[in-house]
C-alpha cells in the first residue's frame, strides 16, 4: 500500500488518555480518502501523525514504500515529500501569492516552474492576484493559495485538515472538482477531514470513520 498507517497508539503529553490505539488505515496511490468523527475523535491527530508533527508512541508509518515513523525512525516533515494545507493556511507574510506558490520550487527550471505555477494560479482562481501578499487577501483567497502552495512541489501524497472550510458554496464546488482533477492527472494520493458531506460525496473516494479510542464516561 502506498500510504500504510500499522497498529498506530498516540497519546499527547501530558494527557493520560490515548486518541489512537492499534488504528490503522491504508490508501492505495492516487486515492482520495476522507477522514470523519466526531469532534475530538482524533482526525487532526491522524493527519498531523503522517505528516510528522506528532510522534506515534507505537506502530509503524510507511509512505511510498519508506518508514517514516516507528519505533526506532523518525523522518522529520520536510523529508517526507508530503504537501499540507491546514485550516490556518499559514503563508508566508514576506512573500506575495506568486512567490508563495513558488517556495517549494527552487530547484524546478525557470520556465517550467512559471508553466507550473501559471497552472496552479489558473486551477484556484487567482491569476490576477499573483503579485498580492497575503494580508491583502480574504480568508477564502487564502486558503486557495494555501492549496496551490502545498500541490506546487508535486508531493506524493496530499494531508487537508478541513481544506476548504472557510470558501463559499460557489467556489467551494468547483475548486474541488478541479483538486480531484489534478490530484487524478498527477496520481496524488489525498487524505482530507472535513465536516461537510459534500467535500465527501464530491471529493472522496473512500471514507474512514473515527471512533473514540476511549469513550468518554458521561455522554
Ligand atoms: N496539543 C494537544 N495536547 C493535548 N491534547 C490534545 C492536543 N491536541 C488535541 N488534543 C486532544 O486530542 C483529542 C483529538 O483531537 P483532534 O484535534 O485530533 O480531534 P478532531 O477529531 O480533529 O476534532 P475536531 O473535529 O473538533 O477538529 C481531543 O480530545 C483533543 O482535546
Redesign the pocket.
Known amino acids: 500500500m502506498f500510504l500504510d498507517l500499522k497498529d498506530i497508539s498516540f497519546k499527547?503529553?501530558?494527557?493520560g488518555q490515548y486518541?489512537l490505539k492499534d488504528f490503522n488505515l491504508q490508501a492505495a496511490k492516487g486515492e482520495i480518502v476522507s477522514i470523519i468523527?466526531?469532534?475530538?475523535?482524533?482526525?487532526?491527530?491522524?493527519i498531523r501523525l503522517i505528516a510528522g508533527l506528532e510522534v506515534p508512541n507505537a506502530g509503524t508509518i510507511t509512505v511510498n514504500n519508506r518508514i517514516v515513523a516507528d519505533k526506532t525512525t523518525f523522518v522529520p516533515p520536510e523529508k517526507r515529500r508530503i504537501g499540507m494545507v491546514f485550516q490556518d493556511y499559514a503563508l508566508f507574510p514576506h512573500l506575495t501569492v506568486y512567490s508563495n506558490i513558488a517556495f517549494g520550487l527552487s530547484e524546478m527550471p525557470k520556465r517550467e516552474r512559471q508553466v507550473r505555477i501559471d497552472r496552479l494560479l489558473a486551477l484556484i482562481n487567482m491569476s490576477e492576484y499573483k503579485d498580492r501578499y497575503p494580508y491583502q487577501l480574504s480568508g477564502g483567497q487564502q486558503q486557495r493559495v494555501a492549496v496551490a502552495r502545498a500541490l506546487a512541489p508535486n508531493p506524493d501524497l496530499l494531508l487537508m485538515d478541513e481544506p476548504f472550510s472557510n470558501i463559499d458554496c460557489e467556489l467551494k464546488q468547483k475548486m474541488r472538482m478541479e483538486i480531484r482533477t489534478i490530484l487524478k492527472a498527477e496520481s496524488v494520493t489525498c487524505i482530507f477531514?472535513t465536516?461537510d458531506k459534500s467535500d465527501v460525496e464530491d471529493l472522496s473516494e473512500r471514507t474512514i470513520t473515527?471512533v473514540p479510542a476511549l469513550m468518554p464516561s458521561v455522554c
Open positions: 499527547y503529553d501530558g494527557t486518541v468523527g466526531l469532534s475530538g475523535s482524533g482526525k487532526s491527530t491522524v477531514v465536516h473515527i
